[in-house]
């Protein structure tokens, strides 16, 4: 079984935001599980990606995404609005302000699977 190890700076969960989570993804690219990972760079075939992982992120995150960025509200206000309670695809928004969890002009938005 080929997993995929995919670390980042925080996890977006409906809970809240969750510090240094390392995600593992079957060959489907279905969620396996979460673990803590404080130093991704020690951890052997794990992928990092600096920004806020979202797990089930709409489909047409692209789209979502720009309407995010429009409403200039923080995150963890409108992701629960947005993020459907049936699975979605995992994504992650990078160039974030972290301290307020806002997008910012130089946000991105990568798909984790295509």
């Known amino acids: 079984m080929t997993e995929r190890r995919i670390a980042s700076n925080l996890l977006w969960t409906p809970q809240g935001v969750i510090r240094h989570p390392l995600a593992v993804f ?20 794990t992928e990092f990606y600096a920004g806020l992982l ?37 994504v992650v928004l990078s160039g974030l302000d972290y301290d ?5 002009p130089c946000s991105r938005i990568t798909a984790l699977f295509c």
């Open 54 to 90: 979202v797990l089930d992120f709409p489909t047409d995150y692209e789209t979502l995404f720009s309407k995010l960025r429009a409403e200039r509200a923080a995150l963890s206000e409108r992701l629960p609005h947005y993020v459907p309670a049936a699975p979605g695809r995992p």
């Open 26 to 45: 079957g060959p489907e690219g279905c969620l396996l599980r979460i673990e803590p990972c404080a130093e991704p760079d020690r951890q052997p075939a």
């Open 100 to 104: 307020t969890l806002r997008l910012t």
